[in-house]
């Protein structure tokens, strides 16, 4: 069982910058694809970024697309995302996800707050 702990959420003014990390248990965590998925209140939990497992690949949502990147350190059993120029429509809770093949394993949230 692979475990996800996400850390790094917070309060922030428009237009400022946060770091999301999550932690992975397990040895397994460098052959999984990785990815951020939010949630706002009283909307459907939305795809934010992906990863490769080797991080040679990214994907993003249009949205996040030059505001957020998404990296992993598989030595850290660790992936980020650096959000930069955050909008008041990023509120959210934010969720790691990842597995071999499909998202499989969740952590548990982090909220993230945009003040205008």
């Known amino acids: 069982q692979v475990q996800l702990v996400e850390s790094g959420g917070g309060l922030v003014q428009a237009g400022g910058s946060l770091r999301l990390s999550c932690a992975a248990s397990g040895r397994t965590f460098s052959s999984y694809i990785m990815g951020w998925f939010r949630q706002a209140p009283g909307k459907e939990r939305e795809f934010v970024a992906g990863i490769s497992p080797l991080g040679s690949r990214t994907n993003y949502v249009d949205s996040a697309k030059g505001r957020f990147t998404i990296s992993r350190d598989n030595a850290k059993n660790t992936v980020y995302l650096q959000m930069n120029n955050l909008k008041p429509e990023d509120t959210a809770v934010y969720y790691c996800?990842?597995?071999?093949?499909?998202?499989?394993?969740w952590g548990q949230g982090t909220q993230v707050t945009v003040s205008s």
């Open positions: 996800a990842g597995g071999p093949s499909r998202y499989d394993y």
